[in-house]
């Protein structure tokens, strides 16, 4: 049981790419679903929030007006589209359920089901 994140890989500032979060062993229906990202040799800061109830989101500031969140009951998946990517978000990103919550909110609950998580870089 656990979730994998795909999608990541190498793209020039000003690029795009799209996440996936694919679930294996577990619907994801119930849960809030979060992307994480950790950069090298930071912490591991939230980014964005998608829920299940309402299909309300999150975004972390730095993220706002760049990427988009979104879910696909029937794939059973969660998906990050990154658009205008600059080299600060150059990180492995996550992506986790929240056990205690249905609905985004500022903070998060109990996450679990994390997956290694894939890499996103941005250089020229």
């Known amino acids: 049981v656990q979730l994998q994140a795909s999608g990541g890989g190498l793209v020039q500032p000003g690029g795009s790419l799209r996440l996936s979060c694919a679930a294996s062993?577990?619907?994801?229906?119930?849960?809030?679903i979060e992307w994480f990202r950790q950069a090298p040799g930071k912490e591991r800061n939230r980014v964005s929030c998608?829920?299940?109830?309402?299909?309300?989101?999150y975004y972390a500031d730095s993220v706002k007006g760049r990427f988009t969140i979104s879910r696909d009951y029937a794939k059973n998946a969660v998906y990050l589209q990154m658009n205008s990517l600059k080299p600060e978000d150059t990180a492995v990103y996550y992506c986790?359920?929240?056990?205690?919550?249905?609905?985004?909110?500022?903070?998060?609950?109990?996450?679990?089901?994390w997956g290694q998580g894939t890499l996103v870089t941005v250089s020229s």
């Open positions: 986790a359920a929240d056990l205690e919550r249905t609905r985004c909110t500022a903070s998060t609950g109990t996450l679990a089901y």
């Open positions: 062993g577990f619907t994801l229906d119930t849960y809030a």
């Open positions: 998608v829920s299940s109830s309402d299909s309300s989101t």
